[in-house]
């Protein structure tokens, strides 16, 4: 089994990235999909939250305030260090349980948001890094998903720095480009990351 870290900064295409390498045939092990896993409602992970940082964090529903949340802990490094706290050791349990379940010619793809910022590199036998230009990161999340634009700063600033994760890579998947160049760029990630395998 070759087991691939992917990462990249927000709005990077990091997600594109990983639906293209599904489709050549990737197993896609999705970090950001497990971490809301285990904080749904019911769970341990949430009940931690809660008492951690108090009722204001839930919806009317009882559900997690992903917003309300992040802008809690994107503007303190020490409350982010304290949900990272909580969420990653039931994100790496988890994810180890869906490895477990893979061939042993498999290409186990982790998608992974702060591979960098938490020194994981060394969990995988490759580091994919998605980059691109910071500016290109401000303009696609207040684009794509309608976030205020220094609310995008400062979720860029909590994170690893494009030079940190450049230089954490063994490939670098440039996503400047069109769709086009990506499925060409994903293509040929894939054939090394076959040989690898």
């Given at each position: ?36 896993e ?13 008492a ?9 529903d ?7 949340l992040?802008?809690?802990v ?9 949900l ?6 039931r ?20 998608d ?19 980059d ?17 634009e ?22 670098v ?21 076959r040989?690898?395998?």
């Amino acid at each position: 089994m070759l087991r691939v870290g992917l990462t990249g900064g927000i709005g990077s295409g990091k997600s594109a990235v990983a639906r293209r390498l599904a489709r050549h045939g990737a197993l896609i092990v999705d970090a950001d999909k497990i971490a809301r896993e285990v904080v749904e409602p019911g769970t341990s992970g949430l009940e931690e939250i809660v008492a951690e940082f108090g009722t204001e964090v839930l919806t009317e529903d009882g559900a997690l305030d992903r917003p309300r949340l992040g802008e809690i802990v994107f503007s303190d490094t020490a409350k982010l260090a304290k949900l990272n706290a909580i969420v990653h050791p039931r994100v790496g349990k988890r994810t180890e349980e869906l490895m477990a379940k893979a061939s042993a010619n498999a290409v186990v793809v982790y998608d992974v948001p702060l591979l960098v910022e938490n020194d994981l590199g060394g969990l995988y036998d490759v580091v994919v890094v998605v980059d691109v230009p910071v500016e290109e990161q401000v303009a696609r999340v207040v684009r794509d998903r309608g976030m205020d634009e220094a609310q995008v700063r400062s979720r860029i600033k909590a994170q690893a720095t494009r030079d940190q994760r450049r230089a954490a890579a063994d490939i670098v998947v440039d996503n400047s480009g069109t769709e086009e160049e990506l499925d060409t760029r994903v293509a040929e990630v894939w054939e090394r990351l076959r040989e690898r395998a």
